[in-house]
Structure formats: C-alpha cells, structure tokens
C-alpha cells in the first residue's frame, strides 16, 4: 500500500510539480489550493504527511500546521518557503512542523525529505502496522516496526509481557504503547524501576506497608500492585530485583493478591504485568541468580527492542525530532557522522547527543563539531584516512579563516562555480554561502 501525501499549494504549476515527483517514487498524493481545503483532506483523507507551502492565501501555511496538528498531533508537516521567508520556517519548526525546503524545490531534495518523515513509499502487504497507532512515534526500521507490531498485537491480551533489549533501545516505548492500546488504557500505567530502589526498600515499594510495620512506616502505605488495580503495573529492570524478593512476586502474578510489609492477610490487585531488563535474564535463571519459575511465568509474550545501530532508517528522523523545539537543522557532515556513529547508549544517547549540539550550536546549523566527541571519533574510524610517517613533521595548523576559505574554494571548483550544490557540500544554506563569499571576499 502506498503511503498518502496531502500537497498544499495555491500555485498549480507547484502542484503538479511536486505529485509528479512524488508519484514516479511511489508515493500516493492527493492535492489542496488552500488552507481550509487541506484542513477537509486532512480529517477526510487521513494522509501520512503534509507537504505545504507557508504563504498561502486566507489561512496560511503556519495556521494549518496549528489547526492540523490540533487535530491529529502525529501528523507530521513539511514545509516550502522562500529564500526570504525563512524566518516563517522557523517559527513553523517551533510549533512542530519536522523540517523545511527552501524553494526552488529539487527533485531529489524533496524525495529525500519525505522519505525520511515517513520512509519508503511502500508499504509491505505484512506490515499491519497502522500510522495512527504510532501517536507520533519515528518507525522506519523493519526491526524497531516489527517490534511495535508485536506490541500492539500483545496489547489486547491479558497475557504477561518480558520486553528486553539494550539500555535506552525504548523498553518503556513498548510497554506504553501495549497500555495506550490495551483494554486498560483508561487506567493508570504504574512504572517501578526495580534498580532504582534499594532492595530494603522494594518490598514497600511494590506491595505496601501497614503503619509501625517498620522503623519510619508512619502511616499505611498502598503498593504499586494496588494502584494499578484496573492497569498496568511496568516493572522496569526486572533483572536487578532481589532474588529473596522473587517468590513474593511470582505469588503475586500468579493469583492476584499481594501481602503488605507487616499485614496479616492478602488483598487483591486486578493489573495486568509488563516486566522489562536489559539482562540476558534466560542465561540468569540458568545460573540461578533468577528464578526460573518467574521467568517463565513473566515471559508469556517476548518482545525485543531493537538497538538504534539495528534501526539505521530511524537514526537521522529522531535526530531531527530531538531538535524540533529550536531553530537547528543538521548539516549534511553531521547527518553522515551520526549515521556512522555505533551508539552504544542508544536512543537515550542520541537524545543526549542532539541537546549538546544545540546547546553548543550558535547558528541554525549543526555541525560535526557541535556533535560529542565519541560521535565524531566514530565518524572518523568508520573512514579513516592514510596515516601520516611516524616522522613526518606536523603540518602547520591553519587559521579558522583559512580553513574556510580552503573549504568553499574546493566545494566550488567540484560544483562548477554551483553555489546550491556547493553550500550542500558544506553543510550550510546558499544564503549563508553567499554571506561567506562577500565576508571573505571570494564574491
């Protein structure tokens, strides 16, 4: 199934321009001369991007972004703009739209653009994986897809889930969609983070304590079973969970009843149990540091999340999503340094990663330099160049000016004088190019 695009344009020449383009990929496209025209596609239509123009006559570009995300907040929007419209672009970053392209539009710009909002153009027949069941969530990898598809399909069920997978792959992801989709949903999602507690602790913490129980119990306390009674109790790092605490846990899967710290009876919890562990949790149980009869009864339904070097696809999007609350766009070096970073700490390490670069960037562009050095380490040992003689003597290092002037010499002279394709090169848009050439003299 081809994937549906709503064009709003009021040029019709920009119009067909753009279907075609969009067509001749394999992208589904429907089209709108106005903003309140494109508002009745949206709701009517249901498309999976909006590629719209920011001047548009009676309701512009900006107001059909609020209105259009109003409506549906996963929509995603991409944006047209003139040269000297860019600040518009930007305030349209700001309320959410995902990226931006100056006119005039390249053919190969646009696709590209649009492929990385919403991937290919088609849809595999055995990807049951809806748009609005994502509630905005990147998904272009088949790995990081197939695991949301196990989600949503274990969403239904009563049945236990074990998601496992690395730190910051998006354990919590899973199990808040499996929730969000469950009969449940209108019920609290209790998280417990089973590390982040101290194991004197986690017993109080899970199934309540009554008054003077212990020293410091100055009042009863409920438990996390039993205010998710009618939800979803997600026990994070279930693998760091005492063992000496493991039987009170499986009885308490096992028949819905829990006995708080210093009660003399059991009370009953109706929740329904997400467990997840970065842990090989099977090869712990064989080794006895975890109960093989709770890991059965956790492990009805496995779900696996994907580390971010399995979901390349996703790398540059979440990128981007990560700086939509500023003004920053990722020049083409830092895309390529990302993409060739390992991430070890995954999703978690990227969000990190793309704050630091905007707190460190101080123009509209992010550069390799603005990236953590373990990111551009990466970058560097994925292409390493010939390795100078041990006794070769330093080059002399350059001035900063210097060094730019050699880099927009050499980026032009591989154009041809194209200062479009030469400010590609760079990282940089062609009116930043043009402001280089006339401050360096190069004009």
Request: include cysteine.
């Amino acid at each position: 199934m081809s994937k549906l695009v709503l064009i709003v344009d009021d040029e019709a020449g920009y119009r067909q321009l753009y279907a075609q383009a969009l067509s001749r990929a394999g992208y589904e496209t429907i089209a709108a001369a106005d903003g309140l025209q494109a508002l009745q596609m949206i709701e009517a239509k249901r498309p999976e991007l909006v590629l719209c123009d920011v001047r548009l006559p009676g309701l512009d570009g900006l107001e059909l972004l609020r209105r259009g995300r109003r409506e549906r907040p996963d929509l995603p929007f991409l944006l047209i703009t003139a040269h000297a419209e860019v600040g518009q672009a930007v305030r349209a970053l700001k309320l959410g739209a995902v990226d931006y392209l100056a006119k005039p539009v390249d053919s190969d710009q646009l696709l590209a653009a649009v492929a990385e909002v919403v991937g290919p153009a088609e849809q595999t027949a055995d990807d049951d994986l809806p748009p609005q069941a994502l509630h905005g969530l990147v998904a272009q990898a088949p790995a990081w897809r197939a695991a949301l598809a196990q989600a949503l399909k274990a969403a239904a069920s009563t049945a236990s889930v074990l998601i496992t997978g690395e730190s910051g792959a998006g354990k919590e992801v899973l199990a808040r969609l499996i929730h969000r989709h469950s009969p449940r949903a209108a019920k609290p999602l209790v998280a417990v983070n089973c590390a982040a507690i101290p194991a004197g602790l986690l017993a109080s913490e899970l199934f309540g304590h009554e008054r003077g129980s212990f020293t410091g119990a100055s009042a009863r306390r409920l438990g996390r079973f039993r205010e998710a009674d009618g939800g979803t109790l997600f026990l994070d790092e279930i693998g760091d969970m005492p063992l000496e605490l493991q039987p009170a846990l499986l009885r308490a899967i096992e028949t819905g009843r829990v006995t708080p710290v210093g009660g003399d009876r059991e009370l009953a919890s109706d929740f329904r149990l997400i467990a997840a562990t970065n842990h090989d949790i099977q090869a712990e149980a064989a080794a006895g540091r975890f109960r093989q009869d709770l890991y059965y009864r956790l492990n009805v339904v496995a779900i696996e999340a994907p580390p971010l070097r399995q979901r390349p696809e996703d790398i540059l999007p979440l990128a981007r999503r990560f700086l939509a609350g500023g003004d920053k766009r990722l020049s083409r070096a830092a895309a390529q340094a990302l993409q060739a970073h390992h991430w070890p700490g995954n999703v978690r390490e990227l969000a990190n990663a793309m704050e630091r670069a905007g707190l460190l960037s101080q123009t509209d562009v992010i550069l390799p330099e603005h990236l953590p050095p373990a990111v551009r380490q990466g970058a560097a040992s994925a292409s390493p160049g010939p390795a100078p003689p041990a006794t070769a003597t330093p080059p002399a290092v350059k001035t900063l000016e210097q060094s730019e002037v050699e880099a927009i010499r050499l980026a032009l002279a591989q154009t041809g004088g194209n200062r479009t394709k030469a400010a590609d090169i760079l990282g940089i848009t062609r009116r930043g190019l043009i402001y280089k050439l006339k401050r360096l003299g190069l004009d």
